[in-house]
Structure formats: structure tokens, C-alpha cells
């Protein structure tokens, strides 16, 4: 089993991995037609999840005047964040492209339902939470179908969930996980926006592995095949 | 850029995702080559993160002691939630291979770090989960990756996560998110372990997507794109 991939199978997957992006300032207005979106929902809904509980919906949003409600909601916490922090700092983050509600032409959002399937699900008795974590797997899937697809995704997180369970009509018991905009785009940067701007640097790989332990790690070897894998 | 990905680059995203499973029983004992783990890895290092805070951490887990201390709580866990069941699905549930921990030659626990770059992290302030949902992404990276190689990841989720930190010595401020076993397999299932088994089956795609708010469906249109989907 260990060759059943072809090397541009392999390929296929890790240029969607690494050319993934998350995606605020290059959408397009171009509709995405329904087979393609369909693509995109089946690879989220084959996503692994705890006790095979498919705890996930998927709301497609396109109209504006719900698009405008999510974007006030957006803008409110967008304000309450900034108040986190001080000048110089502030001023840049407020100068932050962080959204694309508008500009994308599909809108997604992702919830979870902890009753689907339930009450007892097989493996989320110890950690409930693993709910949740079976969402995100999908949410992962469907952006890098949607890159293969050329649509670009933008996770909005700046949001107050109660609005989205108003906005959207969401029962108590669903919970909103993502807000996504959606939408074909004119390029794919190379790397990611705050990478890009300077904000936070990508971390080495070789700093977030340990072995056997945490905080062991292992030096020599590993950097370099590090180093071979980075081409330099 | 809709087509910067050939068909056969989409077909390896999509067959990496479509043949991916949650693989227990079919571990082969090869090693995994430092080179083919790297590669897995680097793909989960080039997940999504909130604000770009890559809050992840890798655990590599070879010794045999470790594991054997892992698998100790995984079936004092698995004992526990039995008793939330009654017979006959309490002993079907207790007949299922729920766990590859000594067979896999690899296990990797995989953690969040609330503190990473912190305190202020960009789209974290409204909706503070979303730094673990960007862990979550990593490790769904990291299962396709495996995949496209030919390793099998499964995700056990039926253990105590207090005994994983005493074990595994992380810190307290330290989220353990999964410990996945892995390695080389004889084969990838068809389908998902628990829909062979018939403990629950696929729901249809049309099942899980609403139009413009919760509880929308929007029939035919979508359902005859479905069938056609499903090539049926």
C-alpha cells in the first residue's frame, strides 16, 4: 500500500496543502457554479469524525442583507479587540485587511451538532470536545478542495457567535464553529498574509517537535533532513 | 487561476481524502523513514493558524514503556464509558478494535499552546476556541499527508488526557488535542470502520447543507447534482 499514490497524486495533495491560503483581499465576484461547491461540501463531509457522528452542517449564505448583518458583527468586535491593545500596534491591526463578506460571492457557515447521533458516541465519552475537533477536520478538508478548485476561503473569526445564531437562526444547542467566505480569486499569494506583513514569523519546524517527551528534542538529524526538505 | 491544479493533481487531493480512514487493525511494524515523517509533519506546520500563531506542538512517541503506559488508560477509559451502555450494545461496542497503540511503530501526540505569541492573537479575541480549531486543522493536514504515503493514522480518543500529561510530562497551561497512532498498513478499508460495521451509517450530503439560514433545504436542484456526485 505504500505506493498506491502516483508522484503527481502525491503532489496534488501537497500543493494544496502548501499553497493553501487564507484568503481576505483577492475575490473575484464570479459565482461559483454548484458542481464545484458540491465538490467542496463532499470533501468536507468525508472528513474523519469521533464515533463516525458527522456532527456537521453546512449554511451557504448569498444574500447581502444577511452578509451586511454578519459584516456589522464583524465590525463591532473588530473595534472591542483593538481596545486589547495599544498604538503602534493598534493602528496596524486596524489597518489589517481581515474579511471578505462581501467580496466573496458565497458566504459558509459551519456548525456542529453534539446531539447528532447521540447521546452515546463512540469515543467522545473521555474528551467531549472531540465533537468539535471532527468539525474543524472538515473545515480543513473543504479548504483545500476549494484550493485544488481555485476558490479561495477566508476563515472569519472576528465574530460574536450569539449574532450568528440570531442572524442565521441557529437553535441553543448548535454550535457556529466557522464563518467562511468563499469565492474564486486573481492569485494566491505565496505565503500568508500576517507572514507577509511582517506580523508574526513562521516558526522553524524542527521548534515544535518533540520525542518520547515534551520539551525533548532531538537535534542533529532532524535539522538536517530539515534543511534538505526546505531545499537550502 | 482556476486552473493552476491538473486533473490529476485534484484527483490526488481528492483521492487522499476520499480513501483516507481511521485505520486500528491493518499496522504493519516498518518504520516509518525519518524523510516520509518529516514530510507529514511539515504538512500539518503549513495548517491555517488563527492569527498565524502556529499553537501546535508534536509529540513523538516510539518507546514501548510509554505507549504501554498510554494504552493502561486507554482501556481503563474504554471500560468506564462501557458502563454508560446497556447489553447488546455494550458488548458489541466492547468487541471493537478501538486502538492500534502498541501495534503502530510510531504515536504522536499532538497539543495546543494557549500562550503562543500571545496574549493578543489576531482573530482569537472574540472567539477563543479558534486556536485550538487551528490544531485541529493541522492534524487533518497531517492525516491526508499520511495517507498520500501509504501510513495509516488513527485517532484514540478514548483516554484520560490527565494521565497523557502525567505520561507525556506537559505542562499544565498545555492542551494534549490527539494522540494518533501510525505507521505503514496492509490495506485502507473501503469505508470507515463503524459503517462496515454497521454501528452507523453515511449520512446523504443533502442531509447536512442549509440555504441562507439553519433548516433551509433547497431540494431538487441539489439532490439530482448529488446523484450525479455519486455517479449514480
Given at each position: 500500500?505504500?505506493?498506491?499514490?502516483?508522484?503527481?497524486?502525491?503532489?496534488?495533495?501537497?500543493?494544496?496543502?502548501?499553497?493553501?491560503?487564507?484568503?481576505?483581499?483577492?475575490?473575484?465576484?464570479?459565482?461559483?457554479?454548484?458542481?464545484?461547491?458540491?465538490?467542496?461540501?463532499?470533501?468536507?463531509?468525508?472528513?474523519?469524525?469521533?464515533?463516525?457522528?458527522?456532527?456537521?452542517?453546512?449554511?451557504?449564505?448569498?444574500?447581502?442583507?444577511?452578509?451586511?448583518?454578519?459584516?456589522?458583527?464583524?465590525?463591532?468586535?473588530?473595534?472591542?479587540?483593538?481596545?486589547?491593545?495599544?498604538?503602534?500596534?493598534?493602528?496596524?491591526?486596524?489597518?489589517?485587511?481581515?474579511?471578505?463578506?462581501?467580496?466573496?460571492?458565497?458566504?459558509?457557515?459551519?456548525?456542529?451538532?453534539?446531539?447528532?447521533?447521540?447521546?452515546?458516541?463512540?469515543?467522545?465519552?473521555?474528551?467531549?470536545?472531540?465533537?468539535?475537533?471532527?468539525?474543524?477536520?472538515?473545515?480543513?478538508?473543504?479548504?483545500?478542495?476549494?484550493?485544488?478548485?481555485?476558490?479561495?476561503?477566508?476563515?472569519?473569526?472576528?465574530?460574536?457567535?450569539?449574532?450568528?445564531?440570531?442572524?442565521?437562526?441557529?437553535?441553543?444547542?448548535?454550535?457556529?464553529?466557522?464563518?467562511?467566505?468563499?469565492?474564486?480569486?486573481?492569485?494566491?499569494?505565496?505565503?500568508?498574509?500576517?507572514e507577509r506583513a511582517g506580523w508574526l514569523p513562521?516558526?522553524?519546524?524542527?521548534?515544535?517537535?518533540?520525542?518520547?517527551?515534551?520539551?525533548?528534542?532531538?537535534?542533529?538529524?532532524?535539522?538536517?533532513?530539515?534543511?534538505?526538505?526546505?531545499?537550502?
Amino acid at each position: 500500500m505504500q505506493d498506491d499514490f502516483s508522484q503527481q497524486e502525491k503532489n496534488g495533495l501537497y500543493k494544496a496543502i502548501h499553497s493553501r491560503r487564507d484568503v481576505r483581499a483577492q475575490f473575484k465576484h464570479d459565482s461559483i457554479p454548484d458542481d464545484v461547491l458540491l465538490r467542496i461540501l463532499d470533501a468536507a463531509h468525508h472528513a474523519p469524525s469521533v464515533g463516525f457522528s458527522q456532527p456537521w452542517n453546512f449554511i451557504l449564505i448569498k444574500d447581502l442583507e444577511t452578509r451586511r448583518k454578519v459584516r456589522e458583527s464583524f465590525e463591532r468586535e473588530r473595534e472591542r479587540s483593538s481596545q486589547l491593545i495599544d498604538d503602534p500596534k493598534r493602528s496596524r491591526y486596524l489597518s489589517l485587511k481581515l474579511e471578505g463578506i462581501m467580496d466573496a460571492p458565497v458566504n459558509l457557515c459551519v456548525t456542529y451538532d453534539p446531539t447528532r447521533f447521540g447521546p452515546f458516541v463512540i469515543g467522545r465519552t473521555s474528551i467531549p470536545e472531540t465533537g468539535v475537533y471532527s468539525v474543524c477536520c472538515a473545515i480543513q478538508n473543504l479548504w483545500l478542495a476549494a484550493r485544488a478548485e481555485g476558490v479561495g476561503v477566508g476563515w472569519v473569526s472576528i465574530l460574536d457567535n450569539d449574532d450568528l445564531r440570531e442572524i442565521l437562526q441557529i437553535p441553543e444547542h448548535i454550535v457556529p464553529i466557522a464563518y467562511l467566505c468563499m469565492g474564486y480569486v486573481t492569485h494566491f499569494e505565496g505565503k500568508p498574509d500576517l507572514e507577509r506583513a511582517g506580523w508574526l514569523p513562521r516558526l522553524p519546524l524542527n521548534d515544535v517537535i518533540y520525542f518520547e517527551k515534551w520539551g525533548a528534542s532531538e537535534g542533529n538529524g532532524w535539522q538536517k533532513l530539515q534543511r534538505k526538505l526546505n531545499g537550502s
